[in-house]
């Protein structure tokens, strides 16, 4: 006679039939929607033993590489040692009730189906990876080989068929459930008491659906991961591109604001085909470099599909007309045409322009990425347009318009003090930063990311700043004035070169220290963003 107490294939299968549990077989009595319901995972992390069994599950049901990761475990602690409690969360695609991926995907790439679940086609995607930065989860990942961006779907195509997800049949704890929940009830009550866990962002930004079982809590939780401080991707094609638009941007603010004054009775020099050129180049260069951030960047056009809620497709739009309409009035301007048609033009391109480095800014001021949601992100894309000013101001000493040339100048060392302001007011807030912030955690990660990796690089880019921006221009102004454009042109070229280099640093800086809000104690994170 067997043992009963010894547990075989058989008797195990037999006890999850018995208790009515979704694990350890094919089949699941899935519960069928009622009006206003969707599913939902539940997760007991009173029963995960943290083994990693759902992760490598998913992988094989969905043939991933070992790095793209759909789902993952998060490892915390409470106390400390030896009276320590370890704690694991679970977790793939939250399929919010609002997801961020879905509104921010440029290509409408995400769909919300009729159960609730969050899809991704992966036919449309052009691994432009902003879903990645959105989601404040990390649940999207990029997958090198196929260059597009993907996602846990909750094996919808299998519980139409009443079969059980590939995490949830594997897990030995019997803590991955699929449920069904009523929506109304769950985001204005219940999503507050049972869809919080340790460690993880505010649920009113995507809203997700999530059930968490958790164990009586006493003390602080730490992230297993909380002493690890990593650089971010560098993101160069982007670092380029933004900074190049922004300076095409402020050039043709210096070209239109000369345009307007001299119709209104000044007597500035007027702007020629030359000047034009070298306002149209940086956006025309700048632009196309945004395609080799793209895993399909043949696909790129596509980015302008979803210009109702994603501001990447905004931008890639008005970007896109600005420099085409740029492209027109340096044809304007080479037969010399009327004024009064160019500044016309001009007055076309200028709100477009606006809304364009607008839009870019907008982009990054996202709740999952707390170092770049801020109201300094716009002013600091905004106010790059000074090395515009530099450019412009090169072109007229050249040209022996030097009166013209420092009155851009003049302008130029204003905006420049103010991009230095900017500077001081993140290093101050950096330097202020105390555990109260709500986002203390990932900011202080930055904080040590910029003075523990990178104070060689900030403490460049800010004298760099002082040199190129403030000194160099001054002393041009000052050879100009004396009728000696020749040493003005060499200082405001050179003037342009460290401008552009101390730039090219901050904007590096900018995304390598970006840390997401995201898993708690994620170790293996994959191709996470």
Not at 181 to 202: H, I, R, T
Not at 299 to 328: C, D, F, H, P, Q
Not at 393 to 398: E, K, M, P
Request: with cysteine; net charge neutral.
């Amino acid at each position: 006679m067997s043992n009963p107490s010894i547990l075989t294939p058989e008797s195990f299968l037999n006890f999850n039939a018995d208790a009515n549990l979704q694990q350890g077989d094919y089949h699941i009595d899935i519960p069928e929607l009622k009006a206003g319901e969707q599913y939902r995972f539940h997760f007991d992390t009173t029963a995960c033993i943290g083994c990693h069994a759902c992760e490598v599950a998913c992988n094989e049901q969905n043939n991933n590489a070992s790095d793209v990761k759909w789902r993952r475990v998060g490892e915390m602690s409470v106390g400390t040692f030896p009276e320590m409690t370890q704690l694991f969360n679970s977790m793939s695609c939250n399929h919010c009730i609002d997801p961020e991926c879905l509104k921010g995907c440029p290509t409408e790439s995400y769909i919300k189906i009729d159960n609730g679940i969050v899809i991704h086609d992966d036919d449309t995607c052009i691994g432009c990876q902003y879903c990645t930065w959105n989601c404040p989860y990390e649940v999207p990942v990029f997958n090198h080989d196929r260059g597009v961006v993907t996602k846990c779907h909750m094996c919808y195509d299998k519980l139409a068929n009443n079969q059980t997800p590939a995490c949830v049949q594997t897990c030995p704890g019997a803590a991955i459930e699929i449920e069904a929940f009523n929506v109304e009830q769950w985001q204005s009550k219940d999503m507050y008491e049972q869809g919080v866990a340790p460690c993880l962002p505010d649920v009113d930004i995507t809203k997700p659906t999530t059930r968490y079982t958790l164990p009586e809590i006493n003390g602080v939780v730490t992230p297993a991961d909380s002493f690890m401080v990593k650089p971010n991707h560098a993101e160069w094609p982007l670092v380029f591109m933004t900074l190049l638009t922004q300076v095409s941007f402020g050039g043709f603010v210096a070209l239109f604001a000369s345009s307007m004054l001299n119709l209104i009775g000044f007597d500035l020099a007027s702007a020629n085909v030359f000047i034009v050129l070298a306002i149209f180049l940086p956006a025309a260069i700048g632009l196309p470099l945004s395609a080799l951030h793209l895993g399909r960047p043949i696909l790129a056009l596509t980015a302008m599909k979803n210009y109702k809620t994603s501001w990447l497709s905004r931008e890639a739009i008005a970007l896109g007309v600005y420099t085409g309409l740029l492209s027109l009035l340096l044809v304007l301007y080479y037969f010399e045409v009327s004024p009064v048609l160019k500044f016309m033009l001009e007055s076309l391109i200028l709100p477009i322009g606006i809304y364009g480095i607008y839009a870019q800014s907008m982009i990054y001021r996202i709740k999952a990425r707390p170092s770049w949601n801020k109201k300094e992100t716009t002013k600091v894309f905004f106010s790059v347009g000074y090395i515009g000013l530099i450019l412009i101001a090169l072109c007229l000493s050249y040209m022996n318009q030097t009166a013209s040339a420092n009155v851009l100048i003049t302008v130029l060392l204003f905006l420049s003090f103010y991009n230095i302001t900017l500077l001081k007011t993140q290093n101050s807030f950096y330097r202020n930063l105390n555990d109260s912030h709500k986002n203390f955690y990932q900011l202080n990660k930055t904080k040590k990311l910029y003075e523990e990796f990178f104070p060689k690089q900030n403490k460049y880019r800010k004298q760099m700043l002082y040199i190129g921006g403030l000194i160099l221009p001054m002393f041009a102004l000052l050879f100009n004035a004396q009728g000696d454009n020749l040493a003005a042109v060499f200082l405001l070229g050179l003037a342009l070169i460290i401008s552009f280099s101390s730039e090219i640093i901050g904007r590096y800086l900018f995304y390598v220290t970006a840390v997401a809000q995201g898993l708690a104690g994620n170790f293996f994170v994959g191709n996470q963003r």
